[in-house]
Nanobody
């Protein structure tokens, strides 16, 4: 069964570094652009970062651009997509999701404004930022 799996969430203190991971099982992420989304309690889901299938192009929500970094690496035929948050802030508390969208252009990144069109979604990983 094809699925995405996020990991790396948990409790962190403000100012710390956090790295989330997204991997796939049942299919390869080679041909997929990846979007990172988050949903805080009582708020709508929002897109925070996207990365092209080549990894050469990224896009970020303006309010996280200075602190978030999306990267992807392929090791032994397995692609892992990362979202680094440095430093984390209390307002980053949310469930973080990765989503995969089939891409036919190496440097194309999906729009951040909408979660429409993604082929796969992960179950999410909780990030809690507090003292």
């Amino acid at each position: 069964q094809a699925q995405l799996v996020e990991s790396g969430g948990g409790w962190v203190q403000p100012g710390e570094f956090l790295r989330l991971s997204c991997t796939a099982s049942g299919f390869s992420l080679d041909d997929y652009a990846i979007g990172w989304f988050r949903q805080a309690p009582g708020k709508e889901r929002e897109g925070v970062a996207c990365i092209s299938k080549s990894g050469r192009s990224t896009n970020y929500a303006p309010y996280v651009r200075s602190r978030f970094l999306a990267e992807r690496y392929k090791i032994e035929d397995t692609v892992t997509v990362y979202l680094q948050i440095n430093p984390v802030k209390a307002e980053d508390t949310a469930v973080y999701f990765c989503a995969a969208m089939k891409s036919y252009r190496d440097s194309w990144v999906p729009p951040l404004q909408s979660g429409a069109g993604y082929n796969y979604w992960g179950q999410g990983t909780q990030v809690t930022v507090s003292l």
